[in-house]
């Protein structure tokens, strides 16, 4: 099955995607109904970065990292690069070149259930990766994978297209399709929060402006 | 046993427990004979974090964040919360608006046994969290846990009340009752450091420093 | 076998140690044939150190840190301490006061297959660490181990006098006798790397630079 | 996008689901191109079981098993029950009762990304489980998840209705659509494996059978 | 605050402590209210194995098996030792001599948060052991720890008399106090669960059985 | 480096081996002054095998398992393959097919710091195993490794005819110029065990047949 590399991929819109963005992985994944998260040992190489684009998906063998090259002339502005290698593996696929090509390319970061290395010149150049290692340990250029079909990625299935976003607390896979209305969702949500916030920093309780406490009281929680 | 919510913790005195920040967990863990430590997977969500608190305690169940609404009512200035979930557990049970609900109450930070998330704004907030996971997965309200009982958090005991000290080397417990004495034993312990510290920083040896030659010497080792 | 301290080593030369620490490990590690990286275990306490050095060896006893002060006696600038428990240990082997000792005589870091502490101090003063863990549960000095032997230290056998390499992509050893050699190989390739970064940044492809396409299209990648 | 259960799902045919229980895990993952292993984590609570059967999948939330009475009620001869939970999650979804209604249904086993408990009974009522815990931690009946819908177990994408292939080397799936062409390919290896093994048996060497020897020669390999 | 040997420790009847082993781990922590389990870590050494019996506690140093000699003294028939280290170590602290000497005492068996060794031996001696590593690296006899105080092992509180029951499914700890109560109600459970097995076997469904169905209908459960 | 087969290597004597094999890697292991013993993580596939044996190392690739085929013309009746990945690894390298080869060449089993696969069918055949992963995963024969070439495997340096001894406890590496010295040592603590197991058998206590109540006395241990 691997071996091909599929050209034409619908994305969702760009206005969209950067919508996403600003809300960040917590809110999108609450606002889709807690769905889409990738596994927890997905962590950012440098911390604060916050990204969203449209996934074009690489299925790579393991410590073969031939198929990067592939995939960045698939690139287009606004995309991330999403690595699934097709059996667990911690080599570094991905270096201080490879990112060059792809900023040129207009990418916004890689997202890979695998190594990475040359995180130092990564972090300077303010190219963002989650990773589950990092790792100087490379790989070679011997064995065919596939471009932009669909992967497992750190246990999620995720469709090339499909919007990433990824930030401090890990990375969210939205489905194309449904962009616009999670954006929608995620926009109510966070409007949401900011009045929350405020009760908050001025004392309110959770307990009251959630009307918790008859629900507690009926389940039968006892103060001593 | 669960659902029980204790309003009336004894706490140690503010003078104390702020003493036993200065010095940090690596004393404090020694000055009380190597006790008290959490495991080594709890870590901080950003460096050079340094607090000391009263444990207000809280033992959830996983994936239910709900008795974090219930203890925030239960904070005094000075306090920090301990969660410990009645199951292990990877989701983010505690993000940004719990974080500015619990400073308006004086809260100094949170040690969970879990995974947090909103982790960039937690730090930009200037939040501090220990925990075993970043996770943005969130969790339901619909079971009841309870506040301020003891608790096994990170594989230690935990009651309401004791002084728990965490920095970048991880988590420190000490019971309330022996706070004053591991202060007085740690700045003892901090004094003997410093002076230590110079004699080193002027290249003298520790083998010199603490008359270790003989004892070496006598159990064999050998200069080849 | 314990309880030996070998005090004399051969070292590289400084000039060849310092040229490679300028390449760091994924280059050093490709330019010796993709020999020589420690485990993924080993990470940095802080980001952005890199250095280069000869290893001062360390074969400790688990949660026994008494060789350390054996081996300070033994260090020559420009050496970087290397230590490998003989079973496997999270403790924090090391702290701010042996670090202040060890700089003192002209040691440029600690390459560790167990715990240190005090890492914020650690930090502070600019002494890098590569470990596995950080606990601040502390050691006792018991039980003799040996100085500059032959290790195993995160799966990379170490001899004393070999050049370990550190970096955030993190831990390679170079064999004293193929240093000069190695940082040839690496030269060349960090030339090479030069210029192939500055093609790449125009948006010209790695699939034309490497002359990728005529194997891919040999090896039957289809594009669709 | 939970509360959906689907009641009309395809299968493959008996007989082909047999004969791939016959070939094995590793034979039948080989067969199809090295694809459809589940993570290595899914291990079997007791030796020597080797089954086949349809997919009857369950998307649970963490440790919550009121879908799989759902499921049982779904299920058909022939099937084996896969629960992959929308979090991860470690508690016991799954013991002897349980494991008592779905054998009454013909169910096969179960292949869950989860835990189990009661294996003492399980194992003496020889019905297999390949799971990546065994906890005694219960679940609770709460909160909705689906029935027969897509789901990814393991790092594996499962769709209702796959061939699903266990035994001691893990668990593989194949889907329903290519279930007899990946039987006769598992038959055309399983035969030309047993005359292999006849050969081998009798000393012959894989480097002559395999036809080795010029390849490696090509490469380069000395012998000293 | 090591160094204490305390001989005085009240045991629960031998009565109900042999009822709670009927039973096992997963009625027994269901019957409590889901509290007492010891982390998933613990693994049993050999299947089958189902006891129960009253904790000796150990808290020992890492690597140093001395305590388990002065347990053994303290321990009368019925009895489990229970060793927690004060540091992670998996370490082989007990072997088949160690084994040899508990039986003669009346000891049921060990439950121990760090590794064992001559499993080969301890499997055909019957001496059920449950640990959370099996390893061959020895111990010495050198620091002192205690005997019979309150212990945390593998992330549950543990005093000495406390009733600890360990099958299969992992280890759950009983308290003493409560352990006439506890039986009670695993007993009814057990009863409870008898008559269901019954009615599951013939077939009929949980649904039914537990009147799931409205409850899932009014949560929207929607069957396509 | 890769692509050597080293094909003169010097053996122990059988009967020293075969000793060895008797007394186990518990016995072996302290008898050499606890040194030599694999990580924790090599377990055996099946319970109850005890071998021993010479080391025929071979350094492989990551999924490749070419260099197998290779070592196995090398093999000499009391040999044990030892395989070690150049970067870590979970497939599955070896199964029944390479298995019948090695035991028609007089192998006496394998200790790999990877993944094996068709565990049912090497149980059945007898052939042990030592891995660290069970994984149906196959690998490629795409790469040069070496044959009998010094490896660390597993966290131990092994060279080529250094004498392996396994079992239920872990795997544990005797140098070859030790090991008549090594067996001799063991020799004497099996005997001396023996007598001890006795006394213990009989009540005896070690606290009395070790004389360590005086040394506990010294050390303050206090019975309250």
């Keep these: 099955m691997a071996g091909v590399v599929v050209q034409r991929v619908e994305r969702a819109e760009l206005s969209v995607i950067d919508e996403l963005a600003e809300y960040g992985v917590a809110t999108v994944h609450e606002a889709q109904g807690r769905t889409g ?3 927890a040992s997905m962590r ?4 604060r970065a916050r990204i969203a684009g449209s996934a074009l998906t690489i299925s790579a063998p393991p410590g073969d990292n031939w198929m990067i090259h592939v995939a960045i002339e698939q690139l287009q502005a606004g995309d991330i690069l999403v690595l699934a290698p097709t059996s667990p593996c911690t080599d570094g696929y991905f270096g201080d070149l490879l990112a060059t090509s792809a900023m040129a390319r207009g990418c916004r970061g890689l997202v890979i259930d695998a190594g990475v290395r040359d995180v130092r010149d990564l972090t300077e150049m303010g190219f963002p990766v989650w990773s589950k290692a990092v790792f100087a340990q490379g790989t070679v ?4 994978g596939s471009v932009n079909v669909p992967v497992v990625c750190a246990n999620a299935l995720i469709n090339p297209g499909d919007v990433i976003v990824a930030d401090d607390d890990g990375v969210c896979v939205v489905e194309r399709a449904r962009a616009a209305e999670v954006a929608q969702k995620s926009r109510e949500r966070a409007a949401n929060e900011e009045s929350k916030r405020k009760r908050l920093a001025d ?18 929680l006892k103060y001593v």
Excluded: N, V
């Excluded at 250029?141 to 065919?144: G, S, V």
């Excluded at 004392?203 to 039968?220: S, V």
């Design 44 to 47: 950012p190489i440098y911390p």
């Design 37 to 39: 998260l990738l596994a």
């Design 203 to 220: 004392g309110e309780l959770g307990l009251d402006i959630y009307g918790m406490r008859p629900k507690l009281e009926a389940m039968g």
């Design 141 to 144: 250029k011997a064995t065919l």
